[in-house]
């Protein structure tokens, strides 16, 4: 992912303002860059430049980390820590933070539009729809509504789950059929990575609870904060027969692709069995 | 404007989260709709049919929305009214008025991406870079910076203004030549948006101080918070000329356009002389 990495820093050449300068401290803190691993891995795998895949990968990072920006303020989630380090809106100020979060917004609509022409509509859609009010922000707004109350069914947690994580990568697997020329693929993708991010986000909630104790980078899990997690509504046991289903079910999906998911199969291991 | 007007609140019927009705409480308040209206009244200039634009003019008033409920949160300008009723996050929450503004902003690029596909790649990048932290974003950054410091000049408030309210009326001009074919007006119609937010900006100083006792709908005033103005710093006298000199240049510009701008220039015309 250096190549990626490269590219997105330069894109990020121009401090010239304190919400650039947080844009960049956000946006270009160490991390997974799982979105736009997937949507270059699945590229390749369908036989084009992973280059081809730079402006929209760029702009899911973007997506990705305006949404942290603003899930950390003292309004939302109000945690001082992210990714180990004092979140944005305690290195700057809320003001900055929040202005910081709407212009990496903004500047991924700006990124993915030097895509393609051709495809640059559909693209604009694909983001916009699995980041705004019905995927995205709708799973922020289930969370929010979920707070404080005692009992949060396994359903409403998928739910919470299925848009706030799985929209956005869902959004990076379907751009990748947009932009090979696979338009075929795009529902199977939209399918793929609903069911990935659940499936994350039920590993993740695995791994909060059986990791060791060393340093994680955030400043309270969500067991620790006593929010309803997969493990604590469904137990240890169901929830891992759940990734295991959940598993074949995608491995099921992903062989149906127009492509030969070699690069694809291997970031999905890598976001799965990760050790944090 | 009826005709807009109809189309946009049936782009906001689906009132099916908190979000969304929040979304929608603050789109659909009673407004000027100043940016849409450029844009329809330059495209019938143009001789093209009004609703042509209605994406992009729904796109620019989705993007003022979302900056004004924003701006109004408690770290930035912490405003309890908006618009003569309670600003979105009185309505609301914080956290609800954060959602919204971010989805406003994210479905704005979904409705653009909507128009004329031949077109959509430009219209976004117009419509982000004037949005967006070279643009709308760094007005309101600057205006951040100059706030507690006691000596504004008419540099810098003419530098926070033109970012901060002229470069989306830019965008509207801006939109309507590409919508238009006119890629050749482009440039004009950015210098003409522009001069017309310093203009409109000034404008509304000179009213702030002149204007009966009316009421307004804002809860406190520039002037009456102490903060600087174009009148404070330049004198009504000048702030007059200087209204004057703007609106000679603006029509010098004007007229090098492709176009019969006869509607365009009622719109400015309303929009300088209009008594609140």
Redesign the interface.
């Known amino acids: 992912m250096r190549d990626f990495e490269t590219w997105l820093t330069a894109s990020m050449d121009?401090p010239d303002?304190?919400?650039?300068q947080a844009?960049s401290y956000a946006l270009l803190a160490p991390g997974k860059r799982i979105r736009p691993a997937l949507l270059l891995a699945a590229l390749e795998d369908y036989g084009c430049d992973r280059s081809l895949g730079y402006p929209a990968a760029a702009a899911l990072e973007m997506i990705h980390t305006?949404?942290l920006i603003?899930d950390d303020?003292p309004?939302?989630d109000d945690d001082d820590l992210r990714r180990g380090r004092p979140s944005t809106h305690k290195a700057f100020?809320?003001?900055?933070a929040?202005?910081a979060?709407?212009?990496l917004?903004?500047?991924a609509?700006?990124t993915?539009?030097d895509s393609d022409?051709a495809v640059?509509?559909d693209l604009?859609?694909v983001?916009?729809?699995n980041?705004?009010?019905?995927g995205m922000?709708?799973g922020?707004?289930?969370d929010?509504?979920a707070e404080g109350s005692q009992d949060i069914t396994f359903a409403q947690l998928e739910d919470i789950d299925r848009y706030k994580t799985g929209c956005l990568i869902a959004a990076a697997l379907e751009m990748a059929a947009v932009l090979a020329g696979h338009p075929e693929d795009r529902e199977t993708m939209q399918e793929i990575g609903m069911k990935l991010g659940i499936e994350f986000q039920i590993q993740d909630d695995i791994l909060d609870l059986t990791s060791t104790e060393e340093a994680m980078g955030k400043s309270l899990s969500d067991q620790e904060r006593g929010k309803a997690t997969f493990v604590s509504t469904l137990g240890l046991g169901s929830a891992r027969d759940m990734v295991k289903d959940l598993d074949r079910r995608i491995r099921l999906l992903t062989g149906s692709l127009h492509m030969d998911p070699d690069r694809l199969v291997k970031v999905f291991d890598q976001l799965l069995n990760r050790s944090r």
């Open positions: 121009k303002s304190r919400t650039r844009m305006y949404s603003h303020l309004a939302m100020s809320e003001a900055t929040i202005l979060g709407d212009a917004l903004t500047q609509f700006e993915i539009a022409p640059v509509p604009v859609k983001l916009a729809r980041a705004g009010p019905e922000i709708l922020q707004t289930l929010l509504d």
